[in-house]
T-cell receptor, first 115, second 110 residues
Framework: GAVVSQHPSRVICKSGTSVKIECRSL??????MFWYRQFPKQSLMLMAT?????????EQGVEKDKFLINHASLTLSTLTVTSAHPEDSSFYIC???????????FGAGTRLSVL | QQQVKQSPQSLIVQKGGISIINCAYE??????FPWYQQFPGKGPALLIA?????SEKKEGRFTISFNKSAKQFSLHIMDSQPGDSATYFC?????????FGKGTRLHILP
């Protein structure tokens, strides 16, 4: 099956620093990648959708200057949380699709803790 | 406005029993209904999915029942096992977006 690798699995950083999370499709070309945020015991909330080579589309209420998304190749997308603050602490999950966008393969997630 | 409503929020089932999770949706434009299984600290994994022109789909111990007229669908886990203990999300898709339900935390008693 399609494999999506997400790195790192866990990161702890100081307030004010920036953190980069990588999402890679290992065995398929991902034309579209998605970034989600999940708070404890809650559902996944879509943050943004990115297509290879073009700017990401952000959901309402998501600050694009805060959460920088780059999708430079068909196998890699990155999410950078800039000037992280404790309220940015959350579980971030990426997913990728290769064609039918309603079929998404998810990464294992990244637990971000901002001190 | 919650587009996909899921219940119950949590569920405890004896080993060997049937686990049933229900979902309802409002938007008739949804065209694909997947169920995801998520273990703690992991991303969700696609479990089983159905399209609205089908009333039932079975894969092993997992069955989706779909009622288009009622705009409801459910997941049945037969012969539930402790390893099935996880959070289950129903979802509905439209265009390129997945709309998730709030999740059901399932615990199977050994």
């Amino acid at each position: 099956g399609a494999v999506v690798s997400q790195h790192p699995s866990r990161v702890i950083c100081k307030s004010g620093t920036s953190v980069k999370i990588e999402c890679r499709s290992l065995d398929f070309q991902a034309t579209t990648m998605f970034w989600y945020r999940q708070f404890p015991k809650q559902s996944l909330m879509l943050m943004a959708t990115s297509n290879e080579g073009s700017k990401a589309t952000y959901e309402q209420g998501v600050e694009k200057d805060k959460f920088l998304i780059n999708h430079a190749s068909l196998t890699l997308s990155t999410l950078t949380v800039t000037s992280a603050h404790p309220e940015d602490s959350s579980f971030y999950i990426c997913s990728a699709s290769s064609g039918a966008k309603n079929i998404q393969y998810f990464g294992a997630g990244t637990r971000l803790s901002v001190l | 406005q919650q587009q996909v409503k899921q219940s119950p929020q949590s569920l405890i089932v004896q080993k060997g029993g049937i686990s049933i999770i229900n979902c309802a949706y409002e938007n008739t434009a949804f065209d694909y209904f997947p169920w995801y299984q998520q273990f703690p600290g992991k991303g969700p994994a696609l479990l089983i999915a159905i399209r609205p022109d089908v009333s039932e789909k079975k894969e092993g111990r997992f069955t989706i029942s779909f009622n288009k007229s009622a705009k409801q669908f459910s997941l049945h886990i037969m012969d539930s096992q402790p390893g099935d203990s996880a959070t289950y999300f129903c979802a509905a898709t439209r265009d390129d977006k997945i709309i998730f339900g709030k999740g059901t935390r399932l615990h199977i008693l050994p």
